[in-house]
């Protein structure tokens, strides 16, 4: 039962990571990445669709991204809603295809994009130490109820904190990555 507790927090914890890993793949760098569209969304025939449903998106150059819709006449849907996500990119179209060239970033820029990645990081060790909050919780119940020993309480409050601690050094090192590449000039 305890170490249901265990797993269960590791796993809402590797949660956690995925979840930050997503949130830093957004955030752009000087460099061009797809996953710099993820969170566009287009209206298509009245429903918000994710743009990698509806295009082909390549990475044909460093520093281009080019999106081509399925749906030939989507294009103007999807330069919009590119254009409306705020991705501090201008986009092109020719009809059939969308090019955007991503641009060199300014040092001001570079140092509040690390600023951001800052922040998203400090936000994932917060859900890191409430998932242990949450175990801890747990197993004192637990112990309360009787189904573990007061040392088998402190063992495994050690390792719920032993995994809190792997998770956060998991993403500063993130984080640390992140940082470096924004500010790689």
């Known amino acids: 039962m305890a170490n249901d507790v265990l797993k269960q ?22 460099t061009a990445n797809a996953s710099l569209l993820d969170r566009v969304y287009v209206n298509y025939y009245g429903a918000d669709t994710p743009l990698q449903q509806l ?10 991204l080019t999106v081509t819709p399925y749906d030939k006449s989507s294009v103007d849907d999807v330069l919009k ?5 705020d991705l501090g990119v201008n986009p092109t179209s020719d009809g059939t295809m969308i090019r955007i060239t991503i641009p060199q970033l300014t040092e001001d820029r570079r140092k509040e994009l690390t600023k951001d990645v800052k922040s998203v ?21 637990q112990e309360k109820d009787s189904e573990i020993s007061e040392d088998e309480l402190r063992s495994l409050e050690e390792d719920v904190q032993d995994l809190t601690n792997k998770f956060v050094n998991i993403i500063d090192e993130r984080v640390k990555e992140k940082e470096a ?4 000039v």
């Open 9 to 30: 927090a590791e796993k809402k914890m590797n949660d956690a990571i995925d979840a930050l890993n997503r949130e830093l793949a957004g955030i752009r760098t000087a």
């Open 55 to 64: 295009a082909n998106i390549q990475v044909p150059e460093a520093r281009m």
């Open 81 to 85: 809603a590119i254009q409306l996500a």
């Open 121 to 141: 990081g400090e936000n994932s060790k917060v859900v890191i130490r409430n998932i242990r909050r949450d175990a801890n919780d747990t197993l004192k119940k």
């Open 181 to 184: 590449d924004i500010m790689e």
